[in-house]
């Protein structure tokens, strides 16, 4: 099996070896950096939205993605925002202010 059609199988099959390793590389870091920005840019836009919400008090244009719970308090430790709603306290939620 030294013959030069075995020696060139081989050395494509490598070649595409290393191809496909470098490219999966590749990959995995690229969806990685993507996730860490969607998160940073995710944060960012909680932060302003919260912000602005603590400035104003009011709620009407609140949007915080449905995945996320945030719970805002006042100093006194009372529940003035819940994105989840108010619980058995029956209080006022996000949508209805």
Do not use: C, H
């Amino acid at each position: 099996m030294n013959s030069l059609f075995f020696r060139t199988l081989l050395a494509f099959a490598t070649a595409l070896l290393i191809l496909v390793g470098i490219l999966t590389g590749f990959f995995i870091w690229g969806f990685q950096r993507s996730l860490a920005e969607w998160g940073l840019e995710k944060k960012a836009g909680i932060e302003e939205a919260v912000r602005g919400f603590i400035k104003k008090q009011t709620a009407t244009n609140l949007a915080i993605p449905a995945d996320v719970p945030l719970f805002i308090y006042s100093p006194s430790k009372d529940l003035i925002f819940s994105s989840r709603g108010y619980g058995r306290r029956r209080g006022p939620t996000a949508e209805d202010s």
